[in-house]
């Protein structure tokens, strides 16, 4: 297996361990109330398709597929971030290490995804 490669499939299990980290935050939030319920499905909902999204890229047909794919694994992880935003500070939550933790590991996929992608933009120009 190539290095690329092997960031490949670290990056999935990666975005995928972000997901799952996620969904196990919103089935700790309250749902009874309207704000936590809003605020849950919409980050469990971002934090998957970060995951998804980031997996459909890797099986791409076209640098185009694979830079359109990448763009909305991007999209979903700064929305992720958002909502762990609105959570921390709304105090929706009140592990807010928890919620720090999760907000630096949205920022980085961020940051890698955002830089290969770039790096993508500039070979296809």
């Known amino acids: 297996?190539?290095?690329?490669?092997?960031?490949?499939?670290?990056f999935k299990t990666r975005t995928k361990k972000f997901?799952?980290?996620v969904l196990k935050l919103c089935d700790e939030m309250p749902y009874n109330q309207n704000s936590t319920r809003i605020i849950s499905n919409q980050l469990g909902r971002s934090a998957g398709?970060?995951?998804?999204?980031y997996r459909a890229a890797c099986i791409f047909r076209s640098n185009?597929?694979?830079y359109s794919k990448l763009s909305i694994?991007?999209?979903e992880a700064d929305e992720s971030n958002l909502w762990l935003e609105i959570l921390d500070e709304g105090k929706f939550y009140s592990d807010?290490?928890?919620?720090?933790?999760?907000?630096?590991?949205?920022?980085?996929?961020y940051k890698t995804?955002?830089?290969a992608?770039?790096?993508l933009k500039n070979r296809l120009e």
């Open 1 to 10: 297996m190539t290095e690329k490669q092997q960031f490949v499939e670290a």
């Open 19 to 21: 997901a799952i980290d």
């Open 49 to 53: 398709s970060t995951a998804a999204n």
């Open 64 to 66: 185009k597929e694979f």
């Open 73 to 75: 694994t991007i999209e």
């Open 96 to 109: 807010l290490a928890k919620i720090e933790t999760l907000k630096k590991e949205s920022e980085e996929i």
């Open 113 to 115: 995804l955002s830089k």
């Open 117 to 119: 992608r770039s790096t």
